[in-house]
C-alpha cells in the first residue's frame, strides 16, 4: 500500500493548548497476523501543534489490517513513522502485540517502539504510565 495512501486515513486537528505537555492514549485493534486474530495497538503521544481524530485511527488500523505484514515489527515501524509524520507529536509510543499463543510455543509476542523531539523531555509526565 502506498503511504500517501495510508496517512490520508490519519486526519488532525489543532491541539487545544500546545503549552501544555499531556497524554493521549488511542487502543485500537487490526489484522495484523491473520484476519481471524486481532492484535491490538496502542499509541500514546505528548501532542505538540496536531492531535489525532480519535475514530480516524481505528479507521486507519482497518486499512493497515489489509496489508500482509511479514513481521509484527515491520507493522509497528510503519505506524510509528506514520503518526510521526502526521502528527509530529513531542513524544509517541506505538505497542502492538498479538493475541496469546497465536505462535506455536509463544505465550505472546508484543513490539514497543517510541520516539521523540530532540530536545523535548518531561521524565515526570511519563513516569506516571502504566
Known amino acids: 500500500m502506498d503511504v500517501s495512501e495510508r496517512r490520508k486515513h490519519l486526519p488532525t486537528t489543532r491541539n487545544p493548548d500546545g503549552k501544555l505537555d499531556y497524554v493521549t492514549t488511542l487502543v485500537?485493534?487490526?489484522?495484523?497476523?491473520?484476519?481471524m486474530e486481532r492484535s491490538s495497538v496502542t499509541l500514546r503521544y505528548v501532542p505538540d501543534k496536531l492531535i489525532l481524530e480519535p475514530a480516524a485511527f481505528g479507521k486507519y488500523l482497518d486499512v493497515?489490517?489489509?496489508?500482509?505484514?511479514?513481521?509484527?515489527?515491520?507493522?509497528?515501524?510503519?505506524?510509528l513513522n506514520d503518526i510521526n509524520n502526521e502528527l509530529i507529536a513531542r513524544w509517541v509510543q506505538v505497542s502492538i502485540d498479538t493475541p496469546d499463543q497465536v505462535h506455536p510455543g509463544i505465550?505472546?509476542?508484543?513490539?514497543?517502539?517510541?520516539?521523540?523531539?530532540?530536545?523535548?523531555?518531561?521524565?515526570?509526565?511519563?513516569s506516571r504510565l502504566k
Open 64 to 79: 493497515l489490517g489489509t496489508v500482509e505484514w511479514p513481521t509484527l515489527e515491520e507493522a509497528a515501524a510503519v505506524i
Open 28 to 35: 485500537g485493534h487490526m489484522a495484523a497476523v491473520s484476519d
Open 107 to 126: 505465550a505472546s509476542h508484543e513490539v514497543l517502539l517510541e520516539d521523540q523531539q530532540p530536545k523535548w523531555s518531561n521524565p515526570e509526565l511519563l
